[in-house]
């Protein structure tokens, strides 16, 4: 025998169960570098048939649910900021806002971070072809590229021939003739007022002439999501005859990441006839609870501005601005155009599922679907998003991933800022340093894991002048609200809250009454203070670089 063999033997068997123990995989690995679908979506909360347990069973979403039977429905999943733009950007950077700085619809990612990874970027770097479509970053957050580091090819833009024969692209979301007709009414009364072209003309003619919904008998790709999923479903096409390995149910030999965005079910609430059909408004039912909190904390709420003050519907119906419950009538005409939405958006995710399969990739093809948050549907009075409250902060997940069950729920308690290590771990490719979330794939393999104990959500207001964080554990929610100049620095743990607020989930499942103050949960709230104090001197690093 070779006298070398023997230690050489020694130290391979070392090296390996040394690489074993390191590695310790929580699953059945998927082969390295799968595709990755992912589908985003704007302003969708989780209404599904999948999350049908919630009590709302008249939902037709039967694509999601079909997606949903690949995979794991994420139930309890939360957003970092309740609004379009830092919600995506802390999702697509796996970084909380005091992170990005993103906490409005003005500020530019990289304005704040010109070194900040985002995820199809590190995809892309990680040797993906990386393509999008549609909103997946607010656009006023990135540049007129949608954010260039992230993309190896052009991102793609719908043109007038992406529209069925007959159709010019919808104005404004609308495709009804006459709704066209008054708003460019309403423009060109604005100019010669002297009003400033574009988003001051804009604002003026959304004021006076503006829908909240639409319901034309007109084919679906005649809206922006139907002309967006057919195109997607020929870009699917192009990567996979660029990529022919793919089809062999292996590995590819260079992967995609391709993003897919659609616009709906956000205001105004646009869908072909037929979606509408499926639904009898009178039936619909309203939310349960339309007041403000027993021992209510102001700031905790807004005024639904943005359906009130962009869209006229709601003022010819006399809805009333506030804190109010509305007629009936009007909710139920804005659930049912939500619902109308919904499922006109669930048709199309169909079609990028029906995509995968005929093109042969619908084996080695992880599909994340995601909705960037919540939506008040008359709950507390409020409609729209822009609070720390469940139904705004509370956001779908879905994942479907080759090598792990299909048609599982988890409760488990998981946020947006997890997504990105948990695509590098699915795909097995180098996870980023430093990232605020962590990976689901332990969940992926056994529902019942738990990866953290608490959630956590914040919204500022008062300009830049107030900041809310809401911790939201397995049975309660608390929220603090700070008095701080959040863009000069952080706030810190022993910060003092200006108000605070704490819910009882399994008591009190429609935040009915706000406990922070009552004697019997005086033990709760104080260990909910000792999370966010933790969870802020966590974060007390310093903010991220900028210019």
């Given at each position: 025998m070779n006298k070398h063999f023997f230690p050489l033997t020694v130290c391979l068997m070392i090296g390996v169960l040394g690489t074993l123990v390191a590695y310790r995989p929580t699953s059945k690995p998927a082969p390295p570098h799968y595709n990755v679908l992912f589908i985003g979506t704007d302003d969708w909360k989780p209404v599904a048939g999948c999350y049908s347990d919630d009590g709302d069973v008249q939902i037709r979403t039967p694509n999601i649910d079909r997606l949903a039977g690949r995979g794991t429905v994420f139930w309890r999943n939360y957003c970092q900021q309740a609004v379009c733009a830092p919600t995506r950007a802390s999702l697509l950077t796996g970084q909380r806002p005091d992170y990005t700085r993103v906490w409005d619809l003005q500020t530019q990612i990289r304005d704040m971070n010109p070194t900040i990874l985002t995820m199809p970027q590190h995809f892309r770097q990680q040797g993906y072809v990386t393509a999008g479509i549609g909103k997946i970053f607010d656009y006023r957050s990135v540049d007129k590229s949608d954010d260039s580091l992230s993309w190896s090819l052009p991102y793609y833009r719908l043109g007038p021939s992406d529209y069925p024969a007959g159709f010019e692209p919808p104005y404004r979301a609308y495709q009804n003739p006459q709704t066209r007709r008054s708003i460019e009414h309403y423009v060109a009364e604005a100019a010669t007022k002297g009003i400033a072209a574009g988003l001051p003309r804009q604002r003026y003619a959304q004021q006076r002439f503006s829908p909240f919904d639409e319901?034309?008998?007109?084919?679906?790709?005649?809206?922006?999501?139907?002309?967006?999923?057919?195109?997607?479903?020929?870009?699917?096409?192009?990567?996979?005859?660029?990529?022919?390995?793919?089809?062999?149910?292996?590995?590819?030999?260079?992967?995609?990441?391709?993003?897919?965005?659609?616009?709906?079910?956000?205001?105004?609430?646009?869908?072909?006839?037929?979606?509408?059909?499926?639904?009898?408004?009178s039936k619909l039912p309203t939310a349960a609870y339309q007041q403000k909190s027993k021992n209510p904390v102001d700031v905790a709420y807004q005024p639904s501005g943005e359906l009130v003050d962009l869209y006229t519907g709601t003022q010819s119906e006399k809805f009333q601005k506030g804190f109010a419950p509305q007629p009936d009538s009007v909710q139920q005409r804005l659930i049912h155009g939500y619902y109308a939405s919904v499922s006109y958006m669930d048709a199309q995710i169909g079609l990028l599922m029906d995509a995968l399969k005929t093109n042969g990739l619908d084996k080695n093809t992880i599909v994340v679907l995601w909705g960037d948050h919540g939506w008040h549907l008359g709950d507390h009075g409020m409609w729209c998003k822009h609070t720390n409250f469940e139904q705004a902060t509370r956001a779908p997940l879905i994942i479907a991933a080759p090598g792990f069950r299909a048609g599982q729920k988890t409760r488990s308690l998981t946020e947006f800022v997890d997504i990105f290590p948990t695509l590098c771990d699915l795909t097995g490719i180098k996870t980023p340093d430093a990232l605020a979330g962590k990976s689901l794939v332990p969940i992926l393999r056994k529902p019942t894991e738990q990866v953290k104990t608490y959630a956590v959500s914040q919204y500022p207001r008062d300009g830049d002048k107030v900041m809310g964080y809401a911790i939201r554990t397995d049975r309660y929610r608390y929220v603090a609200w700070f008095e701080h100049e959040f863009r000069k620095n952080r706030v810190m743990a022993g910060s003092k809250p200006k108000a605070v607020e704490l819910y009882d989930y399994r008591k009190d499942p429609n935040e009915t009454v706000n406990v922070a103050n009552d004697k019997a949960f005086e033990s709760v709230a104080g260990q909910h203070a000792q999370l966010l104090r933790e969870f802020l001197q966590n974060q007390s690093q310093p903010m991220a670089s900028t210019k």
């Open positions: 319901s034309e008998d007109i084919p679906d790709g005649a809206y922006t999501d139907g002309a967006m999923a057919r195109k997607a479903q020929r870009i699917i096409k192009q990567l996979a005859d660029q990529n022919q390995p793919n089809r062999t149910g292996g590995p590819a030999a260079r992967p995609f990441f391709l993003a897919v965005g659609f616009r709906s079910p956000h205001l105004p609430f646009v869908a072909p006839k037929k979606y509408w059909d499926l639904y009898d408004r």
